[in-house]
């Protein structure tokens, strides 16, 4: 009997049973010819949260939406909504709605009719329908448009009925694609708000995917980040910002302060990859004292970028490898700011921000990528 | 020279350019000149010749045109029952070449337009076109000899043992037909359903529809102009053809009709006044599809 531990004592410690995840991936691959673009991918999205999907392009976020929908089938591997596999179902068969990037509205009917397709399709009676129609609209903040025309609406508005046509079918999951891309930056910042407020109201699972990490930071309950069809890292905002578990993650996720090698034991003692936050870190006179807690560093700015409430400067380090230094301009002026150009400086910051990271070598390319998907 | 030097021409060239900038009518009339005279002169100068030629009349006795304003024309057309038959019969053919070129290309071009990859398509699309590269009369002859009676059907039918023949006849005009102006349904309506975006057909999914309910609420009403576009083709070059009623059939056409005022009788105000008649039907043909909302979504 001993070491062999009883029934009972595995009943009384029992974990609670933990809920059935809204969606469940099970080693997804997900092949396009020779291109693999989703690479055996597990992952488990929570009952009622917030969820982002963020990477570069072409890291496989889209394609595993698109495949949550039904719109492509796995090449492996299997895909369960609320605890039912669902992998071989065409979309129309699952309890899902979707909010694409061009908002797909049908340019031959209204603003109502548009809202109202799925439930006609669902056979809803008219008086009903027109009832769901009225409040969904309502919720989204148009209930004068219904009989517009989509041509007729501006982005942002397009956007908020594409949001109401999938939240009428009051879905398990509703999955975003994108959902802001194509609006300008003050309209995405009013409409991430609005999002987040609708998903809290209605309490559905959002999956959300985007290229936009100060995006999927502000709105998300957790987060995974996608790169080359891998998830690297699944978290809440603060954990994977904190804590990135990879260069990559570090590098996608904020900006890229990886330091390693040679440059790593010059600066930190040991030549294990590390990722150090760049507004964590404060910028000083040459001879500027240092205690034991924390790290130091001497360098040249080399580029000063003047952003209005922070100043980014980019240090040349003389131990060879730059580092991004973020400063509030608390009472620097752009003058100021500019003046300390070509400056020779002391780095300093607490040694405890040394977050040690994996794969060095994705770091510099997922900043590259990071930089290209912000220009698109 | 180097590059980036101003020579003297460029000087004049920028001179003109810059005029023309400045003086917007004078460049649209330098673009549209020629083809907007030939428009106005060529063809809408000769549709008011045949418009005004249907108001004259053949003196009977003389032989000669007489250029006074007559209804004369228009009574015979009206009170003849030939002709009365004639332009039933044309319509009748032209709409069902029209619905049967419908209902053989939109499979066609549905395929190519949004299935296909890339090779298929072009194949397809080739094979639609490539008849269009061989002589109009040729392909007619072709289907004559498919055809006629001891043509290649009739034997291929007697090898299996049914004696029967479509013959110089209606069904043979209608076959001909829809063959020859099929490439001319499968384009436009190949352009429209390539324009619908392939998100709405996977938003109508996502919302519960499947394939039929998809087409029927959101792929047919946003490709209706280009069904419209390819229909009219087909109606109206059924309308006005005379030559395939000729060399596959045995009754006559509207366009028959006035190839014989024009050639046998030189009755040219009669044939004037008859080739109102598929004006007519077309201008209502199109009055109706513009009624039914086919034009909006253009």
Same mark, same amino acid.
């Given at each position: 009997m001993c070491g062999v531990p009883s029934l009972e004592a595995d009943l009384s410690d029992v974990e609670p %049973? +933990? !809920? =059935? +995840? /809204?969606v469940r991936l099970e080693g997804v691959v997900k092949r396009f010819g020779d291109v %693999? /673009? %989703?690479? *055996?991918i597990d992952l488990d999205v929570r009952e009622g949260e917030f969820f982002s999907m963020l990477g !570069? @392009?072409? @890291? #496989?976020k889209t394609t595993c939406l698109r495949m949550i929908a039904g719109f492509e089938s796995p090449t492996a591997g299997r895909i369960a909504l609320g605890g039912r596999y669902v992998t071989g179902l065409a979309p129309y068969e699952r309890e899902v709605n979707t909010v694409f990037q061009d908002y797909a509205l049908f340019p031959h009917m209204t603003v109502a009719e548009n809202v109202g397709y799925g439930l006609m399709v669902r056979k809803v009676p008219r008086a009903d329908r027109r009832r769901q129609v009225a409040d969904a609209l309502e919720m989204v903040r148009l !209930?004068?448009? #219904?009989? *517009? *025309? +989509? $041509?007729?609406?501006s982005g942002g508005q397009r956007q908020r009925v594409a949001l109401a046509r999938a939240l009428v079918m009051r879905p398990k999951v509703l999955l975003l694609d994108e959902p802001l891309g194509a609006l300008d930056l003050k309209l995405r910042q009013a409409m991430q708000i609005e999002l987040k407020e609708i998903q809290e109201e209605v309490s559905l699972t959002f999956i959300y995917v985007t290229h936009d990490q100060e995006e999927a930071l502000t709105m998300s309950d957790r987060l995974a980040v996608f790169n080359r069809g891998r998830i690297e890292q699944v978290g809440s905002p603060a954990e994977v910002y904190? *804590?990135? $578990? =990879?260069g990559f993650v570090a590098g996608f996720v904020g900006v890229s302060n990886v330091l390693e090698g040679e440059a790593a034991a010059a600066v930190a003692g040991d030549p294990h990859p590390f990722t150090i936050r760049p507004e964590k870190i404060e910028m000083h006179e040459l001879d500027a004292a240092v205690d034991g807690d924390s790290c130091s560093a001497t360098g040249h700015v080399r580029e000063v970028v003047y952003l209005g409430a922070t100043t980014r400067y980019i240090v040349e380090l003389d131990a060879g490898a730059s580092l991004v230094v973020m400063q509030q301009n608390l009472a620097t002026s752009s003058m100021e700011a500019l003046q300390v150009r070509g400056k020779a400086v002391r780095l300093i910051w607490r040694r405890s921000n040394n977050r040690p990271v994996e794969a060095p070598a994705g770091a510099l390319e997922g900043s590259m990528d990071q930089e290209e998907a912000q220009a698109s | 020279m180097a590059t980036g030097t101003v020579g003297p021409s460029d000087g004049m060239r920028a001179h003109l350019s810059a005029f023309l900038f400045r003086h917007r009518l004078l460049k649209l009339a330098a673009l549209l000149g020629a083809p907007a005279g030939w428009f106005v002169v060529i063809y809408l100068g000769t549709l008011f010749l045949l418009f005004a030629t249907a108001f004259w009349h053949l003196d009977a006795f003389t032989g000669l045109v007489v250029k006074r304003f007559s209804l004369a024309n228009f009574q015979t057309i009206a009170h003849d029952p030939v002709y009365r038959t004639i332009i039933l019969r044309t319509l009748g053919i032209a709409l069902a070449v029209t619905l049967t070129d419908i209902v053989l290309a939109f499979p066609l071009s549905y395929y190519a337009a949004r299935q296909a990859p890339a090779r298929a398509r072009n194949a397809v699309l080739i094979a639609v076109v490539l008849p269009l590269w061989a002589n109009y009369l040729v392909r007619i002859f072709a289907w004559r000899l498919i055809l006629s009676p001891g043509g290649l059907l009739v034997w291929l039918f007697e090898k299996i043992g049914v004696h029967w023949s479509i013959g110089y006849s209606n069904v043979a005009v209608w076959i001909t037909f829809s063959y020859l102006w099929l490439p001319y349904v499968v384009l436009p309506m190949y352009a429209a359903l390539e324009r619908v975006p392939g998100s709405l057909l996977e938003a109508s999914s996502d919302l519960g529809a499947r394939g039929w309910k998809t087409f029927r609420s959101v792929v047919f009403p946003l490709i209706v102009p280009g069904i419209v576009a390819g229909s009219i083709f087909a109606f109206s070059l059924t309308l006005g053809d005379y030559i395939v009623v000729q060399l596959v059939g045995n009754s006559r056409f509207i366009g028959n009709v006035i190839y014989d005022n024009v050639g046998v009788a030189s009755n040219v105000p009669f044939a004037a006044a008859f080739a109102l008649m598929p004006v007519a039907i077309m201008s209502i043909y199109l009055f109706i599809a513009w009624r039914l909302g086919a034009f909006e979504a253009l």
């Open positions: %049973v +933990p !809920p =059935t +995840p /809204a %693999v /673009a %989703v690479d *055996r !570069p @392009s072409g @890291s #496989g !209930p004068e448009f #219904g009989e *517009r *025309r +989509p $041509a007729q609406l904190e *804590r990135p $578990a =990879t | -």
